[in-house]
């Protein structure tokens, strides 16, 4: 089986972790393992395989996360990820959104642990990639830790040995996906006792964390961290992770991992891809400096405009000066 280094992950989410973010944070950080955006397994199945699971080779370590219910779909799937090359394939059973639970998946899997545990198992009978599942602490009123568990320990028996949990439970109905990432209230000490409880079984921590020192701290007591809304909102945190936690040398400027990005754009765009796709996840990079309100302005303002070159990012970089 694949060993992949689990102390920092970025989470898949939805419309964010497309193929340029995870790209651009590559340049960030070479040892940070990124997840796909979650992809449903009628769409691997039935649609455009080559457009929902094309990457570049420069982002592994890479995870796809699958959403479904059918081992045997499932399964099907799970082969067509190694056939990309993939490092891991990963269940959703966390998100709580209504088209979600209309498929059967997502966060309401959380009430079928023994589902969840033959979705692993066919995953894993048909690839020798680790297969993982990504899990909330309960779901409305199921949210004792002897239900969490019971369904940890039934879906471990079923060959999951690595769970990244978020550490907030969902409401299936009443809150969107937006407000199940904010209300429900953080329960880190759940996790914990996880960890304390399975210490064969590999626990990553999600939900919440926003800073390197806030990781550092957490993996006193679990296996790995998973950080979410933090890399794009301020993706140059990333730049630090591989020094603190990998042993690497200092990290790129901001200005170095922007022409370190330019090559890649100028091949995206040759291929039709609108300059948009890649300025949007490198809004953010500037945050707290002198110019980033230039910076963002001028990308919002140009990348959209017909026939937008790689020039739109030189023009926005000349906006913030470059440290000496």
């Known amino acids: 089986m694949t060993y992949l280094d689990r102390r920092l992950a970025v989470a898949p989410m939805l419309d964010y972790t497309d193929q340029h973010f995870r790209y651009f944070l590559r340049l960030l950080s070479r040892h940070t393992l990124l997840y796909t955006e979650m992809v449903t397994t009628g769409a691997v199945l039935r649609g455009d395989r080559e457009r929902l699971l094309a990457y570049d080779p ?15 779909e499932l399964a099907r ?23 979600v639970q209309s498929g059967r998946f997502g966060a309401c899997l959380m009430a079928e642990p023994d589902l969840v545990a033959d979705c692993v198992g066919a995953m894993r009978a048909a690839v020798a990639l680790p297969v993982t599942v990504k899990t909330r602490i309960g779901i409305d009123d199921r949210d004792s830790y002897t239900e969490l568990a019971d369904f940890i320990g039934r879906v471990a028996a079923g060959g999951c040995e690595v ?95 922007i ?57 926005a970089l000349q906006r913030i000066p470059e440290p000496a």
Not at 231 to 243: G, K, M
């Open 58 to 72: 420069a982002e592994h370590p890479l995870a796809l996360q699958l959403g479904g219910s059918d081992p045997g």
């Open 77 to 99: 799937c799970a082969r067509a990820a190694a056939d990309f090359g993939y490092d891991e394939v990963n269940l959703n059973v966390g998100c709580p959104s209504d088209r």
């Open 163 to 257: 769970f990244i949990v978020h550490a907030r439970k969902a409401w299936l109905s009443g809150l969107s996906p937006k407000e199940n990432r904010e209300i429900p209230p953080l329960r880190y000490e759940v996790v914990h006792q996880l960890k304390r409880d399975f210490p064969n079984l590999t626990i990553i921590l999600n939900g919440g964390l926003t800073d390197l020192d806030q990781v550092a701290d957490q993996l006193r007591q679990v296996d790995g961290v998973m950080i979410g809304r933090a890399a794009y909102e301020n993706p140059y945190l990333l730049a630090q992770v591989d020094r603190r936690f990998f042993g690497s040398s200092a990290p790129p400027s901001r200005h170095q991992v």
């Open 259 to 315: 022409r370190a990005f330019m090559p890649y754009v100028e091949m995206q765009l040759q291929s039709g891809t609108p300059l948009h796709c890649m300025t949007r996840p490198v809004l953010g990079l500037f945050q707290g400096i002198p110019g980033a309100r230039a910076w963002r302005r001028h990308l919002s303002e140009y990348a959209h405009r017909h026939g937008a070159s790689v020039e739109v990012l030189e023009e």
